[in-house]
């Protein structure tokens, strides 16, 4: 019964080591991909993108902000697509 317990005690500790471990990590999906394709596919789901030139910046920022919370999107995603769009200025 003692060695069924620890056997038991183990395994969950491990699930939560490899859960706790892989929590932190981007997925490759996400990490292979860069901001404009990240753009592409995220902005176009609900509404025309606009073009990268159209804000400033800071209008970018706020902008990228707002959409993060909207769209559920990571800090990963939301820093490549804001790179991406900043580069156009």
């Given at each position: 019964m003692k060695t069924t317990k620890h056997i038991c005690i183990g395994?969950?500790?491990l699930i939560i080591g490899v859960i706790i471990g892989n929590g932190c990590k981007?997925?490759?999906s996400i990490a292979n991909k860069s901001g404009?394709?990240?753009?592409?596919e995220n902005c176009n789901r609900c509404h025309n993108a606009p073009d990268p030139k159209t804000y400033s910046d800071d209008q970018w920022d706020a902008a990228t902000?707002?959409?993060r919370q909207k769209a559920i999107?990571?800090?990963t995603e939301?820093?490549?697509i804001r790179v991406?769009?900043?580069?156009?200025?």
């Open positions: 395994v969950i500790v981007v997925p490759e404009a394709q990240l753009w592409g902000e707002h959409m999107l990571t800090n939301i820093n490549k991406f769009l900043k580069s156009a200025n």
